[in-house]
Structure formats: structure tokens, C-alpha cells
């Protein structure tokens, strides 16, 4: 098996064993798995993910304003 060292800083390291530890599992293996995509550090929420397509067809396109004169900022 290789071995890797990576240099984080300390508080990615921090959050790193935290979650590790809430998983359950060393730190090596919780890298190996988030490496490898079998774990999602940041899922969205379900009810984020149903939203998709929920507003085909009701936005309006907004109107092309002119451009401010010149001095109005």
C-alpha cells in the first residue's frame, strides 16, 4: 500500500478527524474513502435536490433597461 504525506492547514486538519471520528473510522481511512468519492463531505438536502425544474416556464425575462447617464453613480 502507498503512503502520502499532504500538508493542510490546521483547521482542515481538524475538521478532517472530527469527521473521521464521526464516522467512525481512522483518519486514513476516511481520506481513502472521501479520495475514492464514496463519501459526499457536503451532500445537499433532499428537499434542495427535489427543487430541480420546479420553475420551468414561470420566470419572465426581466427588461432590458437602458444604460445610466454618465455622473448617476
Request: with cysteine; aromatic share 6%.
Given at each position: 500500500?502507498?503512503?502520502i504525506?499532504i500538508?493542510?492547514?490546521?483547521d482542515v486538519?481538524?475538521r478532517?478527524?472530527?469527521a ?16 475514492s468519492?464514496r463519501?459526499?463531505?457536503?451532500a445537499w438536502?433532499?428537499?434542495?435536490l427535489?427543487l430541480?425544474g420546479?420553475?420551468?416556464g ?9 444604460p ?5 453613480l
Amino acid at each position: 500500500m502507498a503512503q502520502i504525506t499532504i500538508y493542510v492547514p490546521d483547521d482542515v486538519a481538524r475538521r478532517l478527524r472530527q469527521a473521521a471520528r464521526r464516522a467512525k473510522k481512522s483518519l486514513s481511512a476516511y481520506l481513502t474513502e472521501l479520495a475514492s468519492g464514496r463519501l459526499e463531505p457536503r451532500a445537499w438536502p433532499k428537499s434542495f435536490l427535489e427543487l430541480e425544474g420546479s420553475c420551468r416556464g414561470t420566470l419572465k425575462a426581466p427588461q432590458d433597461l437602458p444604460p445610466d447617464e454618465p455622473g448617476q453613480l
